[in-house]
T-cell receptor, first 114, second 112 residues
Framework: DAGITQSPRHKVTETGTPVTLRCHQTENHRYMYWYRQDPGHGLRLIHY???????DKGEVSDGYSVSRSKTEDFLLTLESATSSQTSVYFC?????????????FGPGTRLTVT | DAKTTQPPSMDCAEGRAANLPCNHS???????VYWYRQIHSQGPQYIIH???NNETNEMASLIITEDRKSSTLILPHATLRDTAVYYC?????????????FGQGTRLTINP
């Protein structure tokens, strides 16, 4: 998995609680992405980062925030989890010096909001 | 990003070539065609990409029509481990950032 880890791998939480998912890379890649995948759907982009402290919204960003204080870590936070955020979350990275870029994905985090 | 259309499912015999079609009739001149696959519930795996020319790597070949409105991913000698969902994506790259838009993909089943 190209030096990408996600933690936790599984989490069950209650509605209304805050949740933070972590993506950690050892590749020193500039770009990092968070996607979610729901049954019957392909992956959808939530947020992405193009450098430390530089982030932007994706297709389904409502209810999520992100932070990137170090190159290697990209955090996804659900401020107040809802049942609609039950999903599998994937992190991806890509290298700025490779053109065109190739994204490499982590193993995923399965989040259940009860 | 241009929309892509793929058949929902395909079957292929082990050892034969698997040919997965993709239509992207609204693709713009600077959009690349990417292919990823997802095995079970693992993270998607990059396979190959192309712009205009046909491409080949150790995993697959990508054939893009001259008008760029469609493409075919070819797995030359399919194995059981190639059973997966395959995604064709037409992707813009803006300042190095690439927002992949995944559709439903093609569920490819390799039969022994």
């Amino acid at each position: 998995d190209a030096g990408i880890t996600q933690s936790p791998r599984h989490k069950v939480t209650e509605t209304g609680t805050p949740v933070t998912l972590r993506c950690h890379q050892t590749e020193n890649h500039r770009y990092m992405y968070w996607y979610r995948q729901d049954p019957g759907h392909g992956l959808r982009l939530i947020h992405y980062s193009y450098g430390v402290k530089d982030t932007d919204k994706g297709e389904v960003s409502d209810g999520y925030s992100v932070s990137r204080s170090k190159t290697e870590d990209f955090l996804l936070t659900l401020e107040s989890a809802t049942s609609s955020q039950t999903s599998v979350y994937f992190c991806a990275i890509s290298e700025s010096r490779l053109w065109p870029p190739e994204q490499y994905f982590g193993p995923g985090t399965r989040l259940t909001v009860t | 990003d241009a929309k892509t259309t793929q058949p929902p499912s395909m079957d292929c015999a082990e050892g034969r070539a698997a040919n997965l079609p993709c239509n992207h009739s609204t693709i713009s001149g600077n959009e690349y065609v990417y292919w990823y696959r997802q095995i079970h519930s693992q993270g998607p795996q990059y396979i190959i990409h192309g712009l205009k020319n046909n491409e080949t790597n150790e995993m697959a070949s990508l054939i893009i029509t001259e008008d760029r409105k469609s493409s075919t991913l070819i797995l030359p000698h399919a194995t059981l481990r190639d059973t997966a969902v395959y995604y064709c994506i037409a992707s813009l790259i803006i300042q190095g950032a690439q927002k992949l838009v995944f559709g439903q993909g093609t569920r490819l089943t390799i039969n022994p």
